[in-house]
């Protein structure tokens, strides 16, 4: 196994359609091999051959980690609702983007000994999926985001949420002290209303 060099997004490599696999051979396995290493190594979720230099139909993908996909000639073939999230990519450094995918995809694909096999994914593993399958045909992400934005902003962004999660939290908090100082009250004044119900 070895470590491969990832293109950026300039280069013109990226841009090109990548071929089919005629037969699943040793070298087409090593070279997917190679592609989970490099993955791993630079911390991505997927990486497509022509990501490495190489113009064949192929990628690997880790949606959850130890949950490795090797896809090889991958078609989808069936696509599901849609959902906008926020996404980036090992060939462009730096930034991130909102980009729409589908909720659910149906993708077959030779898996490394070269049988056709189905899956089904959902969600953030659907839009890995996808987002592979548009490198082979030398579609990257920033062409279909909405909105892109740098590591620092999607930071921002995040710490923001985390605020905002807070203030929903707090106001939980509150609404739950309310209610609790309420029911003493209650509890006390038909403790009242019991005490001189006994007195007359
Ligand atoms: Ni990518």
Do not use: W
């Not at 990501?51 to 980690?65: C, K, Y």
């Not at 729409?100 to 056709?116: F, Q, S, T, Y």
Request: hydrophobic share 35%; with cysteine.
């Amino acid at each position: 196994m070895a470590l491969r060099n990832v293109l950026k997004d300039e280069d013109p490599i990226l841009r090109k359609k990548s071929r089919e696999v005629k037969e699943v051979t040793d070298r087409i396995r090593t070279t997917m091999k190679d592609l989970v290493e490099t993955m791993r190594f630079y911390r991505g979720v997927g990486l497509a051959a022509p990501q490495v230099g190489t113009l064949r139909r192929m990628f690997v993908a880790e949606p959850s980690p130890g949950e490795v996909y090797y896809m090889i000639n991958p078609e989808i073939i069936e696509e599901e609702g849609t959902v906008s999230d926020t996404e980036g990519c090992l060939s462009i450094p730096d930034f991130y983007g909102t980009v729409e995918r589908p909720e659910k995809v149906r993708i077959k694909a030779l898996d490394m000994n070269g049988e056709e096999r189905e899956y089904t994914f959902e969600g953030f593993a659907a839009r890995v999926m996808c987002h592979e399958t548009d490198h082979l045909d030398g579609i990257l992400y920033s062409d279909k985001a909405v909105e892109m934005h740098t590591v620092e902003q999607e930071l921002e962004r995040l710490n923001q949420k985390v605020k905002e999660e807070d203030k929903e939290r707090v106001k939980e908090e509150k609404e739950q002290a309310k209610q609790a100082k309420k029911a003493a009250k209650a509890a006390k004044e038909a403790e009242k209303a019991a005490a001189a119900a006994e007195e007359e």
